[in-house]
Structure formats: structure tokens, C-alpha cells
Nanobody, 124 residues
């Protein structure tokens, strides 16, 4: 069974930065890993994804501000968030899947494994 755990969330002011991390409890390398975020009452939104070969995709709302990366040797996923805005406030989830299938824009149904989320709050 694969387990994911996020860390690094917190509260920062507009324009600040945060670095999120996710550990994966398996030696297998997922085909794709991604970050989603969700605000209460709204649908889960895809943020960024990274493939096994380090190719990446970003949503338009975070492109040029966020950077996703993975360390296959350590089985960790990272999200560097710069120039944060109040609209970035959400609970952030890491997700992974071992199948060679992915849709863009990212959809939650394409990912079989999820963490419990970490809260990110940006004050204006």
C-alpha cells in the first residue's frame, strides 16, 4: 500500500514564499506526481505535475511562480511557491499514480494515491 504525506504549509504574507514537500512510502517511482489544492466549498484544482522523466506541467494561475520537482532516489515531491497571492490560499494535496495515463488539465480521478493535505494561508 502506498502512503503520501505533505508538509511545509503555513501562513505567510502576500509576496512571500513557501516550500511544500511530500514523502512517498514506496520504492517504486510513480509515472506522475502532482499537487492539487482545494478551498472549502469548491472543487479540487490541479496545480502542477511532474512525470517520471522530470517533464512538468503547470496550471495557468501558477505558471512562472511555482516550481514542481521530484527526487526519485528519495521518493519525495516538492513545490516551491513564490510571489504568493491571497488566491493561493487553500489546502494543498500531493497525489501520485503508477499508470501511464494523465489528462490535462489535471483531474483528480486520474490519481489513485493521495496525501491528507497541508494548509496554506496567504494574508493580504
Amino acid at each position: 500500500q502506498v502512503q503520501l504525506e505533505e508538509s511545509g504549509g503555513g501562513s505567510v504574507e502576500t509576496g512571500g514564499s513557501l516550500n511544500l514537500s511530500c514523502t512517498i512510502s514506496t520504492t517504486r517511482s510513480p509515472f506522475i506526481m502532482a499537487w492539487f489544492r482545494q478551498t472549502p466549498g469548491k472543487a479540487r484544482e490541479g496545480v502542477a505535475a511532474v512525470y517520471k522523466d522530470d517533464r512538468t506541467h503547470y496550471s495557468d494561475s501558477v505558471k512562472s511562480r511555482f516550481t514542481i520537482s521530484r527526487d526519485n532516489a528519495k521518493n519525495t515531491l516538492h513545490l516551491r511557491m513564490n510571489s504568493l497571492k491571497p488566491d493561493d490560499t487553500a489546502k494543498y494535496y500531493c497525489a501520485a499514480d503508477f499508470r501511464g495515463v494523465a489528462s490535462f488539465p489535471l483531474v483528480p480521478s486520474d490519481f489513485n494515491y493521495w496525501g491528507q493535505g497541508t494548509q496554506v494561508t496567504i494574508s493580504s
